[in-house]
Nanobody, 115 residues
């Protein structure tokens, strides 16, 4: 059974950093595009960043230059390094694994940026 488990969220001050991890099980991890999405209260879920099997990356304009997505196929894990965090980055962050006909989501991890 496929499962994605996020970790690394928490409370951080503006300007701080966090590193999120998403560990997959039950799937052929290297064959999936991995993505991070977020959903703030009262807003729709939005794309943050994606990384393909070939390690091509894509970022939302709002996080370019501050966030970095990466993957370690040997560990079945995707990462999201978040630097220079802003209060508007506060949201639940979700991990996604996708390939044609298949998509899986994690349960989410809360990130709160506040002084």
């Amino acid at each position: 059974q496929a499962q994605l488990v996020e970790s690394g969220g928490g409370l951080v001050q503006p300007g701080g950093s966090l590193r999120l991890s998403c560990t997959a099980s039950g799937i052929n991890f290297s064959g999936y595009t991995m993505g991070w999405y977020r959903q703030a209260p009262g807003k729709q879920r939005e794309l943050v960043a994606t990384i393909t099997r070939d390690v091509n990356t894509n970022y939302a304009d709002s996080v370019k230059g501050r966030f970095t997505i990466s993957r370690d196929n040997a560990q079945n894990t995707a990462f999201l390094q978040m630097n220079s965090l802003k209060p508007e980055d506060t949201a639940v962050y979700y991990c996604n694994a996708v390939k044609p006909l298949w998509s899986y989501w994690g349960q989410g991890t809360q990130v709160t940026v506040s002084s």
